[in-house]
């Protein structure tokens, strides 16, 4: 940085000490001199903008505000890349692990591969959460997850994320809550209410349906569409922030033609009967509308998009596999899960469709998660879930996700999220 200067004072004193051009030569020397120096400092200084505010602890602890807050990033297009630095933020030993997903602990192969792919959007940089700065700024406030196992599945990543800023972290199954965690040092509550329909539904056997047994019917599972399931409908009050889902169950192989989902409404049965299609329209419409309606403004609710399956070659209960080691490529996808050419596991496109239309005009907000993970057949535990049996018994588990792995960028996106709307005051 210096050579410049030095050059120029030694052909200087070599040079008539009179000459106007000398000076002008020194000048010209000091000018590149002081433009050399400063220079490499405001390149360095020069930090592409970030749409959101948000960074990990690895990049800064200050938070920056978004570029523009009235149009957040949008972190559901995008690629995945390898990036050799990337390690998981918890192993094996947190305490909040479920058995079958801890994928670590049951030896799942490439385990390592796994955590190296880095979701990357397309127009802006997704921060890791850094699990402090997030607790601190959540301070006093509860987070409540309503829906199936992939909601589970999620909030275990979450909780030991979240962990990480605090030792102290206690499970949580107070208010009805499935499971959940209890973060003392801020006074933080993630919880979760097990409701796989979100509506009511209970089981009733065909001789107390007064039904006849014919082609097999051992009984019905009756879904009130317009009732609320109790397992969460009396505790979302408690929660600053919602997640729900449902969507996974919606299929005859939770619910055969034996023992099939009846559909009521008010009281009494929908006639013509309701296929799962439109029932799961009907039920939609009616627990989107009870949540508008009972949940304030100022709950900020999110709604989350299907997690695909990647079973291939049969259903989980029909030797359905996932022994896969690499993601899927993009021109793969379709094959995989357009319902126009039939793909294997086309249910996740449904439903969102039906989802989307469902939400449409709501202050809730869609985490589309389902784009980014079509990719990722090879993240799911499959064979390696803990138990010396399961497989045989349950099947190669092809729709759960192992962790630490994928939720654990589910949960930078909605940490991003929040934040974005706790600092910006938008719901």
Not at 36 to 62: A, D, G, M, R, W
Not at 67 to 86: E, L, T
Not at 349 to 375: P, W
Request: net charge neutral.
């Amino acid at each position: 940085m210096h050579f410049q200067w030095f050059a120029c004072v030694r052909w200087e004193m070599k040079a008539p000490k009179q000459s106007l051009f000398v000076w002008l030569i020194l000048l010209a020397c000091l000018l590149i001199f002081f433009y050399s120096s400063i220079l490499p400092l405001y390149l360095v200084s020069e930090v592409p903008p970030q749409p959101l505010s948000f960074f990990s602890k690895e990049n800064q602890k200050t938070p920056t505000k978004p570029i523009n807050q009235s149009i957040p990033c949008n972190y559901f297009k995008g690629r995945w890349v390898v990036d050799p630095k990337s390690r998981p933020l918890y192993d094996e030993d947190c305490p909040f692990h479920r058995n079958a997903w801890n994928c670590f602990q049951n030896k799942r192969e490439n385990m390592e591969k796994i955590n190296s792919w880095r979701w990357v959007p397309e127009n802006c940089l997704l921060p890791r959460i850094n699990p402090f700065e997030f607790l601190q700024s959540m301070k006093d406030k509860s987070i409540g997850f309503v829906g199936d196992s992939l909601n589970e599945n999620f909030l275990v990543s979450f909780l030991c994320i979240l962990r990480l800023a605090d030792n102290g972290a206690k499970k949580w199954k107070k208010k009805g809550a499935w499971r959940g965690g209890y973060f003392p040092k801020f006074n933080v509550t993630v919880g979760y209410h097990r409701a796989v329909l979100l509506a009511k539904y209970e089981w009733q056997p065909e001789k107390d349906a007064n039904l006849s047994n014919k082609d097999g019917l051992k009984g019905i599972y009756r879904v009130d569409v317009d009732v609320p399931a109790a397992d969460w409908v009396a505790a979302t009050n408690f929660y600053d922030i919602l997640v729900f889902n449902t969507g996974h169950w919606w299929g005859v192989d939770k619910f055969p033609s034996e023992t099939p989902l009846v559909f009521y409404q008010g009281g009494r049965p929908i006639l013509p009967p309701l296929g799962l299609h439109d029932g799961l329209k009907v039920v939609l419409k009616n627990m989107i509308s009870h949540i508008q309606k009972s949940e304030p403004n100022q709950t900020l609710k999110f709604w989350r998009m299907q997690s695909p399956r990647h079973f291939y070659g049969g259903e989980w209960n029909q030797n359905g596999s996932c022994m896969f080691s690499d993601p899927l490529e993009k021109n793969e996808l379709d094959s995989w899960f357009d319902p126009l050419v039939d793909g294997v596991n086309k249910e996740a496109r449904q439903v969102n469709h039906l989802i989307m239309d469902a939400l449409r005009g709501t202050d809730i907000q869609l985490l589309d998660i389902t784009h980014m993970s079509e990719f990722r057949a090879d993240a799911h535990p499959a064979i390696w879930l803990g138990k010396k049996d399961a497989v045989a018994i349950w099947g190669q588990d092809c729709m759960h996700w192992c962790l630490p792995g994928l939720p654990d960028i589910w949960v930078d996106i909605l940490s991003s999220l929040i934040l974005y709307h706790l600092e910006s005051g938008r719901r």
